[in-house]
T-cell receptor, first 114, second 113 residues
């Protein structure tokens, strides 16, 4: 079935360094790829997204890249800060045979060490 | 204030006792959906609704029911809860399927003994 694989499951970086989280999706029909940040005890919130007709998108210190051929997309956070510590989820939407699903990755716990 | 509201936020119940988790949004969103979050498994979609009276199964629908009689409400029903349904549940909505961004409720932590 359709799935989204996310790596790594945990990531520790020093403050100021960059962090990269990678996801792979299985169904070539997927066309929307959001990233959500979930702080401890809070709800997930969208931080950036990309659609299948775009290869890269940036918003200040965060960026997302998409390689449709390889079915990979990645989240890049530069100049990490302690407040970036959270769990990050990638997702892919799937529209096929009249269904409209969201498939999430299993999450990456990012720790930014001061 | 634009929001998605879930109730109850916390619930401890026993096997077989029917329960309903309510979800309401005040943003006139068409798309609504339910997820469960379990350690190591991420967020898994239970059911979704494209609009009023239109619902469909997500990836883990077994043991759950939903209804969408009004645009703003999308309750999740557990007819006969079992311990494997102990989880953190999130309701989410978006303006439409095409717009993409999901707005999540605060979550409902359910424990089934």
């Amino acid at each position: 079935g359709e799935n989204v694989e996310q790596h790594p499951s945990t990531l520790s970086v020093q403050e100021g360094d960059s962090a990269v989280i990678k996801c792979t999706y299985s169904d070539s029909a997927s066309n929307y790829f959001p990233w959500y940040k979930q702080e401890l005890g809070k709800r997930p919130q969208l931080i950036i997204d990309i659609r299948s007709n775009v290869g890269e998108k940036k918003d200040q210190r965060i960026a997302v890249t998409l390689n449709k051929t390889a079915k990979h997309f990645s989240l890049h956070i530069t100049e990490t800060q302690p407040e970036d510590s959270a769990v990050y989820f990638c997702a892919a939407t799937l529209v096929t045979s009249g269904t409209y699903k969201y498939i999430f990755g299993t999450g990456t716990r990012l720790k930014v060490l001061a | 204030e634009a929001q998605v509201t879930q109730n109850p936020r916390y619930l401890i119940t026993v096997t077989g006792k029917k329960l309903t988790v309510t979800c309401s949004q005040n943003m006139n969103h068409e798309y609504m959906s339910w997820y469960r979050q379990d350690p190591g498994l991420g967020l898994r979609q239970i059911y979704y609704s494209m609009n009023v009276e239109v619902t469909d199964k997500g990836d883990v629908p077994e043991g759950y029911k939903v209804s969408r009689k009004e645009k703003r409400n999308f309750p999740l029903i557990l007819e006969s809860p079992s311990p494997n349904q102990t989880s953190l549940y999130f309701c989410a909505s978006s303006l439409s399927w095409q717009t993409g961004e999901l707005f999540f409720g605060e979550g409902s932590r359910l424990t089934v003994l």
